[in-house]
């Protein structure tokens, strides 16, 4: 009988949350503790998304709870990584996402531990069209963040860019219930319906504020 284990492009995809969040060689061949516990993680990672895309909320809040409390990466050179950072943020600002894509990569190596940078890297990768190597940053900021709505955020477009327009959707909504200020965050959404260049992100995000508009306010912690 036929060994059943994870899709070829799942494991591809593991192996490169493993570099971001720990820096492992997806091509090591040696196991590691180091090497097990950043694999578990990046699984963990997994089912925090399917649980968001299945509407689990709860099985969502257990899943994040228990990503806040392992071990986070140690704190790498933190002022480098800031320098860098703001150079590619400057370049973002510019939509020079390419260019500003290196300097995040090189930030995010210099201290692994910063979810702000991870997601930088995501997002400027996400819109350069790397769109694998971008959900591997994006799973890494959620790794270190798992309420960081930005990133959910990101997250949903990249689904939606990538055909899965349903998945792109419990993304959006699940940053939603975590941003602090909904309607600003509904606004943006209703903006970027009607303005973005891509279609699939246009018709994501009207799907979204179809769905939020007539939601009722609820609480993070619901």
């Not at 997601?119 to 769109?131: F, H, Q, T």
């Not at 689904?159 to 993304?171: D, L, N, Y």
Request: net charge positive.
């Amino acid at each position: 009988m036929r060994r059943m284990g994870a899709s070829r492009p799942l494991r591809a995809l593991l192996a490169a949350i493993l570099f971001c969040i720990a820096g492992v060689e997806p091509a090591s061949a040696a196991a590691s503790p180091r090497r097990e516990q950043a694999a578990s993680v990046a699984l963990t990672v997994e089912h925090l998304v399917a649980a968001a895309i299945a509407g689990d909320h709860a099985r969502l809040r257990e899943i994040a709870a228990e990503l806040k409390s392992r071990p986070r990466p140690p704190r790498g050179d933190r002022r480098l990584a800031r320098d860098l950072n703001e150079r590619g943020l400057a370049l973002w600002r510019r939509h020079r996402f390419s260019e500003a894509a290196v300097y995040f990569g090189q930030a995010h190596q210099a201290d692994a531990s910063d979810a702000e940078i991870a997601e930088n890297l995501g997002y400027a990768l996400l819109k350069s069209g790397r769109l694998k190597e971008a959900e591997a940053a994006l799973l890494a900021a959620l790794t270190l963040a798992p309420e960081r709505a930005s990133a959910w955020g990101s997250l949903g477009l990249l689904r939606a860019k990538s055909g899965s327009h349903r998945e792109g959707v419990a993304c959006v909504l699940t940053a939603y219930r975590f941003v602090r200020d909904r309607q600003r965050t509904l606004e943006v959404y209703t903006h970027l319906a009607a303005t973005d260049e891509d279609p699939k992100v246009r018709a994501l995000l009207a799907d979204v504020v179809k769905r939020l508009s007539g939601a009722q306010p609820e609480s993070k912690s619901s």
